[in-house]
């Protein structure tokens, strides 16, 4: 599966802002997707996951609440909507996909395939 990320930009804290990550193939329900971030000089980091039905979602405890994680399978497309964004939010957010279960808390390592990144900038 082949996975496109878009939607980053600029924007001032406290503002909203939704990612989307486009897959290709027919098989994108048979796979949990994630949505990670990376900052400057800092480690790849989970931020949220939902698994191939959709009924199921996982949030870092950073970003619980402000952001939801959604997709739409028809479309073969997960979605990140991002509320109250903070400064620290600021970073490159890549989507990722898993075949089989949910995996999260982790900086995706299990994760199989990945989309090319989005920058976030959140001003303060």
């Known amino acids: 599966v082949q996975l496109q990320a878009f939607g980053g930009g600029l924007v001032q804290a406290g503002g909203p802002l939704r990612l989307s990550c486009a897959a290709s193939?027919?098989?994108?329900?048979?796979?949990?997707m994630g949505w990670f971030r990376q900052a400057p000089g800092k480690e790849r980091e989970f931020v949220a996951a939902?698994?191939?039905?959709?009924?199921?979602?996982y949030y870092a405890d950073s970003v619980k609440g402000r952001f939801t994680i959604s997709r739409d399978n028809a479309k073969n497309t997960v979605y990140l909507q991002m509320n109250s964004l903070k400064p620290e939010d600021t970073a490159v957010y890549y989507c990722?996909?898993?075949?089989?279960?949910?995996?999260?808390?982790?900086?995706?390592?299990?994760?199989?395939?990945w989309g090319q990144g989005t920058q976030v900038t959140v001003s303060s």
């Open positions: 939902i698994s191939w039905s959709g009924g199921n979602t």
């Open positions: 990722a996909a898993r075949w089989g279960r949910v995996v999260v808390g982790t900086p995706g390592d299990e994760y199989n395939y």
């Open positions: 193939g027919r098989t994108f329900s048979s796979y949990a």
